[in-house]
């Protein structure tokens, strides 16, 4: 049988640590009760465990006591990271500090961890996720690459997996990484059916269509944030991206190289994403059509702007008007 931590930190935590833990401790629970009623061996043994034998997290509403303290884990084969308001190794607690070098030594010792939400920061102080793409909560995007940049950074990514280094997105995202998680260890079936009985959608791979665009500007690049400016000013008109980089001084290469540096984006990257933006809020909060939106937002070619609107949010423009305009959901009843 194998062993599955789910780490427990006394300190730092949120309401969401102690979903993320409950959660897994659950789906988790349930996967070996399925198996166990077809008659197979559980897969895993799953146990709380927490940096100390008797602290436990509390934090005023609700209490977790943990099963196992680290120095009594000699070997695990998956440690789950939940959620927590830890940034960086030099912010974290001292019990949280522990947890933080457990995770790094296990990793090498050939166990595999998965991080929710902000867990993603905690997993990064750790180091093992230096070159390697993971995700996080899109709100924490920015945060997040100023404290770790050698990481590849995907929001849009709901899931990520390399290296036996599982992420997901944000927030209640963390059960489509479970039902993921699930589907890995176990089988298909299995997957479906804890899916079915937490009631979770199945397959679903993108933050997209959540997120809010609101651009990087924590950096220091005077010029490349007057560019920012200006394409959430004027998003509506017919930019000109060579002419803009011309009435800034600067080369078009240059500016291509320096907007990328500042913002993880390219120009182009960037103002379609403010242009879905803007879209988005429209199919949200009015009755306009699809092309009556795309004009409002500066395109005219709806091609091009199905796919862009399509790849950047994992929906369709009239699906996403489908799912969240609030009118037509109402005349629908």
Known sequence: MKHLCILVPDEQTTMST?????????????ANTYIGKKGKKAIFKV??????????????????RHHLAIDEVDKTDLI???????????????????LIDWIKEQYKQ??????????????ASTGILHGKTCSTHWALAENFRE?????????????????GIYTNGGAYSFLHLLIYL????????????????FQIDLDRNLQAEFSIFNGHKKHHDDIILKAQHFFEKNYQEKISI??????????????????????????????????????????????????????????SDTKAFREVFSRVTGLSPIAYKSKYNKERKLSLV
Request: with cysteine; glycine share 6%; aromatic share 10%.
């Open 242 to 299: 060579e002419k803009l980089s011309v009435d800034l001084a600067v080369g078009r290469r240059n500016f291509d190289r320096r907007f990328i540096k500042a913002t993880s984006l390219s120009p182009l990257d960037y103002l379609q994403r403010v242009r879905v933006e803007a879209a988005k809020k429209k199919f949200e909060t009015t009755r306009k059509t699809v092309s009556e939106i795309m004009f409002d937002v500066g395109y």
């Open 18 to 30: 102690i979903a993320c833990i409950v959660g897994a401790y659950q789906v988790f629970g349930e």
């Open 182 to 197: 699930v589907e890995k260890f176990y089988d298909r079936q299995t997957a479906i059916h804890c899916a079915k009985y």
């Open 110 to 123: 050939g166990a595999e961890v998965a991080s929710m939400c902000a867990g993603g920061f905690m997993l």
């Open 147 to 163: 404290l770790y940049p050698e990481v590849n950074l995907q929001t849009d990514k709901l899931i990520t997996d390399e290296n």
């Open 47 to 64: 146990e709380l465990v927490g940096a100390k034998k008797k602290d436990l997290l509390d934090n005023g509403v609700l209490t977790i």
């Open 80 to 98: 789950i990271i939940p959620a927590s308001l830890i940034r960086s190794y030099e912010k974290a607690t001292k019990n949280n500090r522990i």
